[in-house]
């Protein structure tokens, strides 16, 4: 195959213009790590009227647009230390039968979130100190050390 060299360089540039718009957006999108859901189940059939099938239902929904949890997260971290957002204190009224806390961890050229979506009367010191917990230990493996 005989390329003329102008050819040549005009089909490496085109070919270099299309690598750089193909990848643009690697890297930008939030990576979501979700886990746990099935001890979402374990409340079914308890004594806590709040977990019921249309609350999972509502959960689970929103788990898997990854996107409204990542929305849903944005929206209420907005610094450092713990963010507990309870019921009814969520903008969105399909939201009010859940609670969040959460906490941001950063380092490594990276940042990101943890944080546990339960029912409302969950255990909150147990769910805070987890969260808490392992916030600072991300912070530490990535080499932030003023947390």
Known sequence: VVV?????????????RLAI??????????IVFIQGTSLLLDG???????????????LLRMIEEKKRLVQ??????GGEGITVVIG???HTPDLRRFSVIAATYSGGGSTGAVGVIGPTRMKYSRA???????SQAINRMTGRSDV
């Not at 849903?72 to 971290?77: A, Q």
């Not at 805070?128 to 392992?134: E, G, K, M």
């Open 44 to 58: 079914i059939g308890s004594e806590d009227p709040e977990v019921t099938i249309e609350t999972l239902r509502t």
């Open 88 to 90: 009814s204190e969520h």
């Open 128 to 134: 805070i100190n987890a969260v808490d917990t392992l």
């Open 72 to 77: 849903l997260l944005d929206e209420y971290l």
């Open 21 to 30: 718009s193909t990848f643009d957006d690697v890297g930008t999108a939030p």
């Open 4 to 16: 003329e060299e102008g050819s040549h360089d005009e089909l490496m540039a085109r070919a270099l």
